[in-house]
């Protein structure tokens, strides 16, 4: 199993103190030491969000383009339709930040996980095998 420090350091490090927004569920996977889980739980829940979110940036970048080409709203300001793109465009930046921010962390525990879990070789090149 994996050192409890270097555990505590990553998420230290990786998860800035995110610790005070996990689920009741999260830490509970945490306080039971079922890091895997943890990891595969945050990154089932990332991809669905980022799908959503990147879904309703679509959405309202599309009903920016109607209103900024009239089509929606005959004579509608501009103001109206770029607040719709900012905000869509806001929504595709944010969502991509958090979704390969998450991605990445989560990999990243996985890694470290897996490389404790392997056993280690013993090579010794002075012995010759016959």
Known sequence: MIDKAKLVDYFDSELNGFSSS????????????????????????????????FAVAVIFTLIGVLYLSNLLIPGSPTWIGSSYMFLGISFMVISTKEYYQTRGSMTMLLKLLEVDEEPEIDFNPDLETT
């Open 22 to 53: 996990f689920l009741f569920k999260d830490k509970q996977l945490l306080n039971k030491e079922k890091y895997v889980e943890f990891a595969q739980l945050h990154l089932k829940r990332s991809k669905k969000s980022f799908g959503i979110m």
